[in-house]
């Protein structure tokens, strides 16, 4: 079964377009557990098991939403790295669900330890992201901070989540 539409050979290809995207693989991961088991078995350890792996493959709007919360949560609390690595799932899970405009946007949308990348997600998704947020998005722990609407409006994505 491959996710949304996404081929193992779409995936596999994807996999090492972006392998030197994240020093951490995060996107490199989440791209793996949505492989069947045969194209998936040279990227994991020597004793996995076809039953188990069965068990785990991701349906990305259900990985999108359970992970929001937590995702919000580190950029509301200045987390850098794991803001960061967020935003890598983020994009590996908009991929694996055909969303390649939303997917390429998190570049150009990056500030605030990414919430106006959440934000454009949540929308796209139907989560409140106003219920999430914390109402000051800054780029640095101790630094002034924008409102929402202040940061949206400068990224120019404030008319589509109003």
Not at 11 to 34: C, F, H, N, Y
Not at 45 to 69: C, F, G, L, Q, T
Not at 105 to 132: H, S, T
Request: hydrophobic residues 40%; charged residues 30%.
């Amino acid at each position: 079964m491959a996710v949304a539409n996404r081929t193992d050979a779409e995936i596999i290809a994807r996999i090492e377009a972006v392998k030197e995207q994240g020093w951490m693989g995060t996107q490199t991961g989440d791209l793996v557990s949505a492989l069947g088991w045969d194209a998936a078995k040279p990227f994991l350890k020597d004793d996995a098991r076809p039953e188990d792996w069965a068990e785990k493959r991701p349906v990305p709007s259900e990985e999108i939403a359970a992970y929001m919360p937590f995702a919000w949560g580190k950029a509301n609390d200045c987390r850098g790295l794991s803001a960061g690595r967020s935003i890598g799932h983020m994009r590996a899970w908009l991929w694996l669900d055909g969303k390649d405009e939303l997917c390429a946007r998190m570049d150009n949308l990056y500030d605030f330890y990414g919430k106006p990348c959440l934000a454009v997600i949540c929308n796209e998704y139907g989560i409140d992201w106003r219920g999430l947020d914390d109402g000051e998005w800054r780029n640095d722990e101790s630094g002034d901070f924008l409102t929402a609407e202040q940061a949206l409006k400068d990224k120019g994505v404030w008319n589509e989540l109003a």
